[in-house]
């Protein structure tokens, strides 16, 4: 089970002074503490916080709405009881419960100045609230039984998984018959009395057949539940609708919401622009690959295998710049002695560069005849190369021709 860290608020108007204990599988021994809120913050990190608020300021009721539908039933409730209420609708906060065996809603109501100051402390000392329970749904719940805590002045009783009341330990003896007359067809069996000290001078008379139970708490609702925790389910959060974690987180994403929406599509435009970026460079990455392996096979045409071409270009290279006669005439050697030449021509756009029998056959495209001419002077230059021009025709102001290079073993 996840830590509770349970914080009780005696008076709303005092939040300043509280008392708190951590519930957990992993401390047997919980230690009960009393002070400001600030201290209990910094307890409460990595649990759930349940604050419990006290009862006195809580309205519990129940009402039967015709709806399954909890947002319908928010809507309707508050107006179903308006003619009941003191307050006008508007300023108060509705929680609502589970349904009993009689189909009727409990709800729980509490003026909302008191919800907003009361959470608005919380904040400020730094605690997030998970629940807030009115503190008379911290007392256990059973079938046939109720439960009673009798702490200094103030008497809380729980008669069911909704519905509770607190009282003054002076008004104890009215009020308990009373309820006790209102609830004839749900009499308990038993009475759960939870006290510091003997009080049985204090409670009236009941129905003999309600057995009555006495435990002793010196520390009061804490040690009630400072082994045991509390069972959220089995009561009424006033953590809902507008007070609620989600509500809460929507307030604080909203102003943001326009701005992340916009994060959000830049971050997707960077996405397609990257894998598009990406495609692309595949592709140009084939393109070149295919044409490296295309000059590699002019270069070796023998090979039929085209692994480490770079390494062995670069050896055959290295042979070549050795110098060596008749090895001139291969396909690389042939490209270094007239390389400086065809770089010299202006206006030089090469078409195709074939390579057989120790000829390199050159398609190229030069401003007129004069600069084919003077392309195979600057060729004729190099020791041991012979240049004949096979073609040569003029087309769109242009000359297309045609060179064969032969090299000369020395």
């Given at each position: 089970?996840?830590?509770?860290?349970?914080?009780?608020?005696?008076?709303l108007?005092?939040?300043?002074?509280?008392?708190?204990?951590?519930?957990?599988?992993?401390?047997?021994?919980p230690?009960?503490?009393?002070?400001?809120l600030?201290?209990?913050?910094?307890?409460?990190?990595?649990?759930?916080?349940?604050?419990?608020?006290?009862?006195?300021?809580?309205?519990?009721?129940?009402?039967?709405?015709?709806?399954?539908?909890?947002?319908r039933?928010?809507?309707?409730?508050?107006?179903a009881?308006?003619?009941?209420?003191?307050?006008?609708?508007?300023?108060?906060?509705?929680?609502?419960?589970?349904?009993?065996?009689?189909?009727?809603?409990?709800?729980?109501?509490?003026?909302?100045?008191?919800?907003?100051?009361?959470?608005?402390?919380?904040?400020?000392?730094?605690?997030?609230?998970?629940?807030?329970?009115?503190?008379?749904?911290?007392?256990?719940?059973?079938?046939?039984?109720?439960?009673?805590?009798?702490?200094?002045?103030?008497?809380?009783?729980?008669?069911?998984?909704?519905?509770?009341?607190?009282l003054?330990?002076?008004?104890?003896?009215?009020?308990?018959?009373?309820?006790?007359?209102?609830?004839?067809?749900?009499?308990?069996?038993?009475?759960?009395?939870?006290?510091?000290e003997?009080t049985?001078a204090?409670?009236?008379?009941?129905?003999e057949?309600?057995?009555?139970?006495?435990?002793?708490?010196?520390?009061?609702?804490?040690?009630?539940?400072?082994?045991?925790?509390?069972?959220?389910?089995?009561?009424?959060?006033?953590?809902?609708?507008?007070?609620?974690r989600?509500?809460?987180?929507?307030?604080?994403?909203?102003?943001?919401?326009?701005a992340?929406?916009?994060?959000?599509?830049?971050?997707?435009?960077?996405?397609?622009?990257?894998?598009?970026?990406?495609?692309?460079?595949?592709?140009?990455?084939?393109?070149?690959?295919?044409?490296?392996?295309?000059?590699?096979?002019?270069?070796?045409?023998?090979?039929?295998?085209?692994?480490?071409?770079?390494?062995?270009?670069e050896?055959?290279?290295?042979?070549?710049?050795?110098?060596?006669?008749?090895?001139?005439?291969t396909?690389?050697?042939?490209?270094?002695?007239?390389?400086?030449?065809?770089?010299?021509?202006?206006?030089?756009?090469?078409?195709?560069?074939?390579?057989?029998?120790?000829?390199?056959?050159?398609d190229?495209?030069?401003?007129?005849?004069?600069?084919l001419?003077?392309?195979k002077?600057?060729?004729?230059?190099?020791?041991?190369?012979?240049?004949e021009?096979?073609?040569?025709?003029?087309?769109?102001?242009?000359?297309?021709?045609?060179?064969?290079?032969?090299?000369?073993?020395?």
């Amino acid at each position: 089970m996840r830590d509770q860290f349970i914080i009780r608020l005696f008076k709303l108007d005092s939040p300043e002074n509280v008392g708190w204990v951590r519930v957990s599988d992993n401390n047997p021994e919980p230690v009960i503490e009393y002070g400001a809120l600030e201290e209990a913050a910094k307890q409460s990190i990595g649990a759930q916080v349940i604050v419990l608020v006290p009862t006195a300021d809580v309205l519990l009721t129940s009402i039967s709405v015709p709806t399954q539908n909890r947002q319908r039933m928010l809507k309707a409730i508050p107006f179903a009881l308006e003619e009941n209420l003191a307050s006008d609708v508007e300023d108060l906060h509705f929680a609502i419960g589970e349904k009993d065996a009689e189909g009727r809603t409990s709800v729980a109501i509490i003026e909302r100045h008191i919800m907003d100051s009361c959470i608005s402390e919380f904040k400020s000392a730094g605690v997030n609230v998970d629940v807030m329970l009115p503190d008379v749904f911290a007392l256990g719940v059973e079938e046939g039984q109720w439960d009673m805590l009798i702490d200094g002045q103030n008497v809380l009783l729980r008669l069911s998984q909704a519905q509770g009341l607190s009282l003054e330990v002076e008004n104890l003896g009215v009020m308990l018959p009373l309820v006790v007359k209102e609830q004839t067809e749900e009499l308990p069996s038993k009475i759960h009395v939870w006290q510091n000290e003997d009080t049985s001078a204090v409670i009236p008379m009941l129905n003999e057949d309600i057995e009555r139970v006495a435990s002793s708490c010196e520390k009061g609702l804490l040690e009630v539940i400072s082994h045991n925790g509390i069972a959220v389910n089995d009561s009424i959060n006033l953590m809902q609708g507008d007070y609620s974690r989600r509500e809460q987180l929507g307030k604080i994403w909203r102003p943001w919401r326009f701005a992340a929406s916009l994060a959000a599509i830049l971050f997707l435009v960077h996405v397609v622009i990257a894998i598009t970026e990406s495609s692309q460079l595949e592709k140009e990455s084939e393109i070149l690959k295919a044409e490296k392996i295309k000059i590699f096979k002019q270069a070796f045409p023998e090979t039929k295998k085209f692994n480490s071409m770079k390494r062995r270009m670069e050896n055959r290279l290295a042979e070549l710049q050795q110098g060596g006669g008749a090895k001139r005439a291969t396909f690389m050697g042939l490209m270094l002695d007239s390389g400086g030449a065809l770089n010299q021509t202006s206006g030089l756009v090469l078409r195709s560069i074939r390579y057989k029998n120790g000829a390199l056959d050159i398609d190229l495209e030069v401003p007129n005849l004069q600069a084919l001419d003077q392309l195979k002077q600057n060729l004729l230059k190099t020791k041991g190369m012979s240049v004949e021009i096979q073609s040569a025709a003029s087309r769109n102001n242009k000359v297309q021709g045609r060179i064969q290079i032969k090299g000369q073993a020395t």
